[in-house]
């Protein structure tokens, strides 16, 4: 008998490290700055079952890859599936392994295409805010006006794809995200509760890491 759930967890196990004020990463930019904030204040190590569905993401991420490479999909060409990003300031810089966004070619132009995984199709009713927000900067250091989010069913392999144009305004308040978390970083000031104060952002309390300590924050 071999134990498959050991080795798995063992070897998806990384070294824990914390991360350093000054360089930030897209995909964390349109999540709650409160929540953001924490994850630098209050390093914690990324549990065992999210490792996992970060591992399935990259595996369905390949698979589309390989569809997109194949001689059988003439009409689209895979130009680029490991991206590399970087966005310089004169504080701090934006950049990480770009591993869910893919270049393509589809009638002469490029296309960047941002593959996401989903438990269920029928939930996904637009695109995510954090995931517009992740594409958008993209398309920004990449000059890349065109993109789609991919979303792909996990055990259908069913998609749903939404086009997104460049917003040079979006990109804008996405840069002044950043600028506001640095600033809050350097001077210890933690931001509002940002998803408790938004709508559209409430979810995000749900699979927040730091219900606990952001409950506390806001009583000091
Ligand atoms: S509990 Fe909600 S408001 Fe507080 S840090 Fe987490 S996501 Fe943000």
Same mark, same amino acid.
Request: contains cysteine; hydrophobic residues 35%.
């Given at each position: 008998?071999?134990?498959? %759930?050991?080795?798995?967890?063992?070897?998806?196990?990384?070294? !824990?490290? *914390?991360?350093?004020?000054?360089?930030?990463?897209?995909?964390?930019?349109?999540?709650?700055?409160?929540?953001?904030? !924490?994850?630098?204040?209050? *390093?914690?190590?990324? +549990?065992?079952?999210?490792?996992?569905?970060? #591992?399935?993401?990259?595996?369905?991420?390949? !698979?589309?890859?390989?569809?997109?490479?194949?001689?059988?999909?003439?009409?689209?060409?895979?130009? #680029?599936?490991?991206?590399?990003?970087?966005?310089? !300031?004169?504080?701090?810089?934006?950049?990480?392994?770009?591993? +869910?966004?893919?270049?393509?070619?589809?009638?002469?132009?490029?296309?960047?295409?941002?593959?996401?995984?989903?438990?269920?199709?029928?939930?996904?009713?637009?695109?995510?805010? *954090?995931?517009?927000?992740?594409?958008?900067?993209?398309?920004?250091?990449?000059?890349?006006?065109?993109?789609?989010?991919?979303?792909?069913?996990?055990?259908?392999?069913?998609?749903?794809?939404?086009?997104?144009?460049?917003?040079?305004?979006?990109?804008?308040?996405?840069?002044?995200?950043?600028?506001?978390?640095?600033?809050?970083?350097?001077? %210890?000031?933690? *931001? +509002?509760?940002?998803?408790?104060?938004?709508?559209?952002?409430?979810?995000?309390?749900?699979?927040?890491?730091?219900?606990?300590?952001?409950?506390?924050?806001?009583? +000091?």
């Amino acid at each position: 008998m071999i134990d498959f %759930e050991k080795l798995i967890d063992s070897h998806l196990n990384r070294e !824990f490290r *914390p991360k350093d004020i000054g360089r930030y990463y897209p995909s964390e930019i349109g999540n709650c700055l409160r929540k953001v904030w !924490f994850s630098y204040k209050k *390093p914690k190590e990324v +549990d065992k079952e999210k490792l996992k569905i970060f #591992q399935v993401g990259l595996m369905l991420h390949d !698979f589309i890859s390989e569809v997109l490479r194949s001689e059988k999909t003439p009409d689209v060409r895979l130009i #680029q599936s490991e991206v590399p990003f970087r966005l310089n !300031f004169p504080e701090f810089s934006v950049s990480g392994r770009v591993d +869910d966004v893919l270049i393509v070619e589809r009638d002469n132009r490029k296309l960047l295409v941002e593959v996401k995984s989903t438990k269920l199709l029928s939930m996904v009713r637009e695109p995510s805010l *954090p995931h517009v927000m992740q594409i958008q900067l993209y398309m920004h250091a990449l000059k890349i006006p065109d993109g789609m989010i991919l979303y792909v069913e996990k055990p259908s392999l069913k998609t749903i794809q939404y086009e997104i144009k460049y917003d040079p305004e979006l990109v804008k308040r996405i840069l002044e995200r950043f600028h506001n978390l640095h600033s809050s970083l350097k001077s %210890e000031k933690i *931001p +509002d509760p940002e998803a408790k104060l938004t709508k559209e952002m409430e979810w995000m309390c749900r699979y927040c890491e730091y219900v606990e300590e952001c409950g506390k924050a806001k009583t +000091d």
